[in-house]
């Protein structure tokens, strides 16, 4: 099993940055997908931003965070960040990461995913 804890959300005004994190612990080891997503209210939860190991280290964005988002990893402590820049009230979300310890996933879709975290908070205020 795996386990995921994000953490960093908060409240930000329009123009500002965030950082976000997602720790993994548990059976984490081999190729991974870690993606993130978020959820807005009366929204369905949506992609953000995936990194994926399984053909050298690859990164997708949306094309609403493409360019203000940058998603990384750093192996060593099992986590994977999201830093955020240029934020717009329309980021504000609950913010999910999760992953997928297999190879050939693309990491785009919810279904992909076999580990989510908790989710943390991002309000943005204009």
């Known amino acids: 099993q795996v386990q995921l804890v994000e953490s960093g959300g908060g409240l930000v005004q329009t123009g500002g940055s965030l950082r976000v994190s997602c720790a993994a612990s548990g059976r984490t080891f081999g190729n991974y997908v870690m993606g993130w997503f978020r959820q807005a209210p009366g929204k369905e939860r949506e992609f953000v931003a995936v990194?994926?190991?399984?053909?050298?280290?690859?990164?997708y964005y949306a094309q609403a965070v493409k360019g203000r988002f940058t998603i990384s990893a750093d192996n060593a402590k099992n986590t994977v960040y999201l830093q955020m820049n240029s934020l717009r009230p329309e980021d504000t979300a609950v913010y999910y990461c999760a992953a997928v310890y297999k190879i050939f996933r693309t990491g785009l879709t919810t279904h992909e995913y076999d580990y989510w975290g908790q989710g943390t908070q991002v309000t943005v205020s204009s």
């Open positions: 990194i994926r190991s399984w053909s050298g280290v690859q990164t």
